[in-house]
T-cell receptor, first 109, second 117 residues
């Protein structure tokens, strides 16, 4: 099962630019997580934001959460070619982690 | 840190055969593990919840007789794709929450790529 949407589905930017990805979900959540997946590889956990938090930072990552709108955003600042990957938001519902459809990010050197 | 492993990492089989995929928690006990399937250029779809000592819970639309799950110990869950067909070709990923961290992050295995000819 999946819930919500992510936009854009695909994003292509120049190295050094910022990349913003958005995620919407449908039900109440305990927390929301963002993951990265390089092509054909496993998942890398990036950041977790709890339902009572509004913003969280980790290095070049900034995540916001708006529970009233059931949406979250992931901002990657000063992007690098190595950031090229698919990014997924995932929500924790009744102890199951449900993934959004993902955003494919391409950072052009 | 906690690590989840999967074996094999890649398997090619003939149509009609059964394939077993193992998911192990290497340095923690996992009473529950989750199995996901990911088709190319798509997201991860939760297939089932594997419960140690009891039956797995399957998501809607997932055939329990085709995808057999056995959680025989606190560190091992297996997914058996029975009578595999080409449409079962996919990337299978397991995950497990470390003890005491329910509702927090989960640890994901590196995935198993299945190709059915």
């Amino acid at each position: 099962s999946q819930q919500g949407e992510e936009d854009p589905q695909a994003l292509s930017i120049q190295e050094g630019e910022n990349a913003t990805m958005n995620c919407s979900y449908k039900t109440s959540i305990n927390n929301l997580q963002w993951y990265r997946q390089n092509s054909g590889r496993g998942l890398v956990h990036l950041i977790l934001i709890r339902s009572n938090e509004r913003e969280k930072h980790s290095g070049r990552l900034r995540v916001t959460l708006d529970t009233s709108k059931k949406s979250s955003s992931l901002l990657i600042t000063a992007s690098r070619a190595a950031d090229t990957a698919s990014y997924f938001c995932a929500t924790d519902i009744y102890d199951k982690v449900i993934f959004g459809p993902g955003t494919s990010l391409s950072v052009i050197p | 840190g906690a690590v989840v492993s999967q074996h094999p990492s890649r398997v090619i089989c003939k149509s009609g055969t059964s394939v077993k995929i193992e998911c192990r928690s290497l340095d923690f006990q996992a009473t529950t593990m989750f199995w996901y399937r990911q088709f190319p250029k798509q997201s991860l779809m939760l297939m089932a919840t594997s419960n140690e000592g009891s039956k797995a819970t399957y998501e809607q639309g997932v055939e329990k007789d085709k995808f057999l799950i056995n959680h025989a110990s606190l560190t091992l869950s297996t997914l058996t794709v029975t009578s595999a067909h080409p449409e079962d070709s996919s990337f299978y990923i397991c995950s497990a929450p470390p003890p005491g961290q329910w509702g927090e992050t989960q640890y994901f295995g590196p995935g198993t790529r299945l190709l059915v000819l």
